[in-house]
């Protein structure tokens, strides 16, 4: 039996984590008092831990980062790894201005006096369009009533405040046991587009009373985003802001955990299914989707092999315009397995499809083979997909997600940005 | 002065070159004499040299190499780099099918067999849909005749019948003078798209009569694709049965080129000018394009930086629909040059938008400049958009070209294949 179970709360659900959420105008200006009359969603959110918090973050890779990922890492070099609160915001990154750094800094400071803590001790991430100066007014109007909204309830307010061209709401949690104590973990995510879109940020919170080492909160949250947050794909252009940060209260009174043990085993897979099911729920709401694709790579030589070549096969915008299509044309996905860079032997190859519709080999040691084009059809008519790749060449597998390329992609992407 | 003359005639344009080309029905089934009626196109081409030529080819790098690749790479070892033909269809990619090799082969081996040369000095081709069987019957056919049609001015038939998804026949030469006399070098290309897709195959046929060692003429075609041909992204998926290939007759009675002197430089010259006008008419006929996109990246550290940034910019989908909706959001440039695998600096990154209408900058040592949207807009509208990024860190500087993302890139990929 999994020894875990999924939960109402986001990143409430885990013992001492308030959080609120609430419209400021960042981009459409301060509140009139019409805000749900004119459908203004929340654009700015805040979590506030009841205790000091071990916390671990794992950013974007890209040469370009946005000023709040450079303040954060500051500011948790300063804390030794220590956060009390996170402060977000959506419709402007705050990214490649020249006082970026400057207000994501303001936006800490306003946090820490609102809140009587450290500085250091507060997060910070905002996404939304590149290149904008970001005005600090609504920023200063929102933070106390922010702080005056703080609830144990507050999860959805701040999972709305976070969307940008998100469709759906973003939260999952589970709770599971270590040490004979229930402890509690939650998340909330936001991607893969915006209104007025820049690039397809994604930012993730998650929280947890479980007690961890930083060291070991590190190690789980790097392991666990390689094989979920990283598996994912959109549309292959990586964000200035991506930022997944990991905070545990510790209140769950389970013995902390300092070595790779069988509690951390039983942590890493708890936080395992709430980075997963936040990764499927970013993929399905990829901007313009219309069907998600789940990829795995099994019978592969190693792990790095599977990765690499589940996500050359998700990111191939041939296979995803295929999978809109709802055509069968598994050339196409040989041909991403084929350029992805690994040592595959292409002549072990097999290929299928797979839906609730039912399962089907397209492809066996690299051929094309005759299959039944009415079972692909059915299968390809639902609107989440399983693309099957075998190796033949050894035990491990990897699993990637992403959605297909449509109109609507082009669409969201194309109009101007006001 | 250049020493270059863009002249008409295509693969036919240098001395001792003939070419066929005619509808056999590979697809759609063999001729009943009322072709032009019903709108078939020429689907079988062939080439044929009055004499031995040197010739050089670079292929797909996928794992996944189509069975005419296969083929010609072994024809061309075994005749020592010597061919005197080429056979070449469309509609059928002759790929992951369990007798591919074989019937490349037998294409080879009848038109070996028809103009009385070795089997190994034939070149074989073939692009279209991925695993379907190809079909002989329609070759046996088309050989004889093919043989029968060559000609001197058979260029436009040859040129038209390597077409797929092309909405342009691509053809382009120039002459220039090497040691005194007048040599000329032509090229055909096809790309990039398919009716029934399957990928963007990509073929380029090229033939000169100047006179070259085998070593300096791969040489030369190594290094060319490098910065022509490797530098075009469509979509970033890349083909299974990507071709280029170059033939030398020698007729131009130069004394052979066998070091890298000035006549050396001089003919990579002339290839560079047909291949990279050969590139450019593939960006702007990629498929669903309604604008090329020329992306220079200068003042880099090096040149595989400089090609490296440009092919990120290029490549990347936010950009191409940015410049499908004419919106200068630029974030999304430099977005794509902080991800590329590169060491750049990007505090020291400036950003031009420029075309026919005139010239901005955007972005000034990494940040977003106020500039005039207005004039941002005139210039997008055009159909022909320069993205310039200045890396400010050193002399190199490399071409990179592309098209946008559009709708109609998604429906005929989209779009079932039968």
Same mark, same amino acid.
């Given at each position: 039996?999994?020894?875990?179970?999924?939960?109402?709360?986001?990143?409430?659900a885990? @013992?001492?984590?308030?959080?609120?959420?609430?419209?400021? &105008?960042? /981009?459409?200006?301060?509140p009139?008092?019409?805000?749900s009359?004119?459908?203004k969603?929340?654009?700015?959110?805040?979590?506030?831990?009841?205790?000091?918090?071990?916390?671990?973050?794992?950013?974007?890779s890209?040469?370009? /980062?946005g000023?709040?990922?450079v303040?954060?890492?500051?500011?948790?070099?300063?804390?030794? $790894?220590?956060?009390?609160?996170?402060?977000?915001?959506?419709?402007?990154?705050?990214t490649?201005?020249?006082?970026?750094?400057?207000?994501?800094?303001?936006?800490?400071r306003?946090?820490?006096?609102?809140?009587?803590?450290?500085?250091?001790?507060?997060?910070v991430?905002?996404?939304?369009?590149?290149?904008?100066?970001?005005?600090i007014?609504p920023?200063r109007?929102a933070?106390?009533l922010?702080?005056? @909204?703080?609830?144990?309830?507050?999860?959805?307010?701040?999972?709305?405040?976070?969307?940008?061209?998100?469709t759906?709401?973003?939260?999952?949690?589970?709770?599971?046991?270590?040490?004979?104590?229930?402890?509690?973990?939650?998340?909330?995510?936001? &991607?893969?587009? =915006?209104?007025?879109?820049? =690039?397809?940020?994604t930012l993730?919170?998650?929280?947890?009373?479980?007690?961890?080492?930083?060291? =070991?909160?590190?190690?789980?949250l790097?392991?666990?985003? @390689?094989?979920?947050?990283?598996?994912?794909?959109?549309?292959?252009?990586?964000s200035?802001?991506?930022?997944?940060?990991?905070?545990?209260?510790?209140?769950?009174?389970?013995?902390?955990?300092t070595?790779?043990?069988?509690?951390?085993?039983?942590?890493?897979?708890?936080?395992?299914?709430?980075?997963?099911?936040l990764?499927?729920?970013?993929?399905?709401? &990829?901007? $313009?989707?219309?069907?998600?694709?789940?990829?795995?790579c099994?019978?592969?030589?190693?792990?790095?092999?599977?990765?690499?070549?589940?996500k050359?096969?998700?990111?191939?915008?041939?296979?995803?315009? =295929?999978?809109?299509?709802?055509?069968?044309?598994?050339?196409?996905?040989?041909?991403?397995?084929?350029?992805?860079?690994t040592?595959?032997?292409?002549? @072990?190859l097999?290929?299928?499809?797979?839906?609730?519709a039912g399962?089907?080999?397209?492809?066996?040691?690299?051929?094309?083979?005759?299959?039944?084009?009415?079972k692909?059809?059915e299968?390809?008519k639902?609107?989440?997909?399983?693309?099957?790749?075998?190796?033949?060449? $050894?035990?491990a597998s990897?699993?990637?997600?992403?959605?297909?390329?449509?109109?609507?992609y082009?669409?969201?992407?194309?109009?101007?940005?006001?």
């Amino acid at each position: 039996m999994e020894n875990f179970e999924t939960i109402n709360g986001g990143i409430c659900a885990a @013992k001492g984590f308030k959080a609120s959420g609430l419209y400021c &105008g960042i /981009k459409h200006g301060l509140p009139n008092g019409n805000e749900s009359a004119t459908g203004k969603k929340n654009d700015i959110a805040m979590i506030f831990a009841d205790v000091e918090c071990n916390a671990a973050g794992v950013y974007t890779s890209n040469k370009v /980062k946005g000023a709040p990922v450079v303040v954060t890492k500051n500011n948790l070099a300063k804390s030794g $790894g220590k956060a009390r609160a996170v402060i977000v915001n959506s419709g402007n990154a705050n990214t490649c201005n020249a006082d970026g750094e400057e207000k994501a800094l303001e936006m800490c400071r306003l946090t820490a006096e609102q809140l009587g803590i450290p500085t250091e001790q507060v997060i910070v991430a905002s996404t939304g369009v590149i290149g904008l100066t970001l005005p600090i007014e609504p920023i200063r109007y929102a933070v106390p009533l922010l702080a005056e @909204k703080l609830s144990y309830e507050g999860n959805i307010e701040a999972a709305t405040a976070i969307m940008t061209t998100d469709t759906v709401r973003k939260e999952y949690a589970v709770k599971f046991t270590v040490d004979g104590k229930e402890c509690r973990l939650g998340g909330m995510a936001k &991607g893969s587009g =915006m209104i007025h879109p820049n =690039m397809a940020t994604t930012l993730n919170f998650i929280t947890t009373d479980c007690n961890l080492s930083p060291e =070991m909160l590190k190690k789980a949250l790097s392991e666990i985003v @390689k094989v979920t947050y990283n598996c994912l794909s959109v549309d292959g252009d990586q964000s200035t802001n991506d930022t997944c940060m990991l905070m545990a209260s510790g209140l769950a009174g389970n013995t902390e955990i300092t070595s790779e043990n069988a509690d951390f085993e039983t942590f890493k897979n708890a936080l395992y299914q709430v980075m997963k099911n936040l990764t499927i729920m970013l993929a399905k709401d &990829g901007e $313009g989707a219309t069907k998600l694709i789940t990829c795995v790579c099994g019978s592969a030589p190693d792990w790095d092999t599977a990765i690499t070549a589940a996500k050359s096969v998700i990111r191939s915008p041939l296979v995803k315009t =295929m999978i809109y299509g709802e055509d069968a044309n598994c050339g196409r996905i040989v041909c991403a397995v084929g350029y992805s860079e690994t040592d595959i032997d292409v002549s @072990k190859l097999d290929i299928y499809l797979a839906s609730r519709a039912g399962k089907i080999q397209t492809y066996k040691g690299g051929l094309n083979l005759n299959f039944s084009e009415e079972k692909a059809a059915e299968i390809l008519k639902e609107d989440e997909i399983e693309i099957l790749i075998e190796l033949n060449s $050894g035990t491990a597998s990897a699993t990637a997600w992403g959605c297909d390329l449509t109109y609507d992609y082009v669409k969201i992407n194309g109009d101007y940005r006001s």
